[in-house]
């Protein structure tokens, strides 16, 4: 390891202590409470003596430096916290991180600096946001603790045994049971994370907020929500345009994060019809938005994601339209690709979007144009799906408002898949 590599990890090392040290001053307030234990000093010292004895466990070839150094500081928190208990403060967090804060120092100096500095933002996520992580857990309800934890035992109880290989030849080596459960984890796990931020941030903090927290959940229900409001809200119309047409919008960047975690090869061809149809559906909503007049207070319920029963009906889902797709290239080559792509967006575009990525890889054999275009139908068909769920159950208002961003959308959309 030559010296410049060696300065660089410690000054990574002292760069991440000092950041949590500022944090945790500024938090402590003026002030400083009587328990105060670590701030914008003692944070730094901290990662400099990991990392120093990660040197010097290294050199000597033995653990006990590194070990000496964690075991001390530990006797340092529990002596900190004894007093501080005495004071009347029960809380451990700013003990636990300057425990964290030695080990980050060590991984700098085993060269893993992206870890560590990923491991020190989300330290300073954690510390930083105490008051909406409380509010988050005040809002989670007992439901959803028990959806969360069903979800979570049987992925880890069942997904190690399922077999992670198909069933045969063609067309039945598309169905691997490991790796269809697997999207169904991905697709939930993208859903909760906008049922989490529906949580935090609350469903009535403003429409375009709405109307992207629900994309991410389900632009279909947020579609359903607001064209149902529009027959006895037609004053809101434009309001509710915004909250569509952002979910809409939304719906095409999940599908550009699940096509980058399946196939980043196919994101290159996927993500200009996404970001057209995306950007004109973007350009719409700001447009309704700086003509609306009040009213974007709106809220809107979701169930939680990781429910079994949904969560199984989308990995059966997923599964027939692999079959389905499989079938349709080896039977009616790319018109039968297309034609079953837009067939399965009229219901969900999550699992034809991953049956193209997955059908789409290397050797897989469907090329990764046609897989982009399969997917931009899928998307417009759902897009359609949705104009027609508004032109079904929406109020006349709001049929006047959404026409023009619908029609901009589909253009965008299939112009770019198309035409460039």
Known sequence: MTEIELFTRFGIALAIGFLIGLQREVAAGQPREESFFAGVRTFPLLSLIGCGAALLSAETGSPWPLATAILLTGLLVVAAYTGAVFKGHH????????ILMVLIGAICYQGKLGIAVAVGVALMALLSLKGELHQLAGKVTREDVIATLKFGAITAIVLPVLPNSSFGSPPFDVLNPYKIWLMVVLISGLSFLGYLLIKVVGASRGIGITGFLGGLVSSTAVTLTFAERSRTQSDLA???????TVAWTTMFARVMVEVAVVNRALLTDVWVPMAAAGGAGLVYALFLFLRQRGGDEETMEFSNPFELGPAIGFGLLYGVILLVSRLAQTWLGTEGVYASAVLAGLTDVDAITLSMAELSQPGAGLDTGV?????????????????GIVLAS????????????FLLILVAGLGAAFLL
């Open 394 to 405: 929406g109020g006349a208002a709001l049929k006047r408002a959404m026409l023009p961003g």
């Open 371 to 387: 897989a982009s275009r399969a997917i931009t139908l899928a998307a417009m068909s759902n897009t359609v799906v949705k104009g």
């Open 91 to 98: 809380g451990i967090t700013t003990e636990a991180a300057a």
């Open 238 to 244: 434009r309001v509710f345009a915004v909250a569509v």
